[in-house]
């Protein structure tokens, strides 16, 4: 089974990264992911709009990833994050081909 990524885009309220930041790196959460198949973030602001957040986060399986995803736990925290947001994010789901590191 290929390990799973998905990419997504959020337009934040102004000024509310940092918050939002706050909440999506949240130790507690991450440790739960993490026993559920949580691999990795990358999240990143684009230059010419800071309120526009980009990002990735793998997984071991994509089952695992969709289980995460439909559990309460995670709903709670994307409510959470939904206050900093403009809208819903984007989201798009893959499966990951290649990963190189240096």
């Known amino acids: 089974m290929a390990k799973h990524v998905t990419f997504w885009k959020m337009q934040v309220k102004p000024g ?3 918050e939002l930041q706050s909440v999506m790196s949240d130790p507690k959460e991450q440790a739960r992911i993490k026993a559920a198949g949580w691999q990795m973030t990358i999240i990143g602001t ?3 709009n800071p309120d526009e957040v980009w990002g990735m986060v793998t997984w071991d399986t994509s089952d695992r990833y ?3 995803a439909e559990s309460p736990e995670q709903d ?3 409510q959470k994050m939904m ?3 403009a809208g819903e994010p984007e ?3 893959c499966d990951v081909v ?3 590191k240096a």
Request: hydrophobic share 25%; net charge neutral; glycine share 4%.
């Open 16 to 18: 509310k990264v940092g």
């Open 46 to 48: 684009r230059k010419d």
């Open 66 to 68: 969709y289980k995460n």
């Open 76 to 78: 709670k925290d994307y």
């Open 83 to 85: 206050q900093f947001m």
């Open 91 to 93: 989201w798009f789901d």
């Open 98 to 100: 290649e990963e190189s």
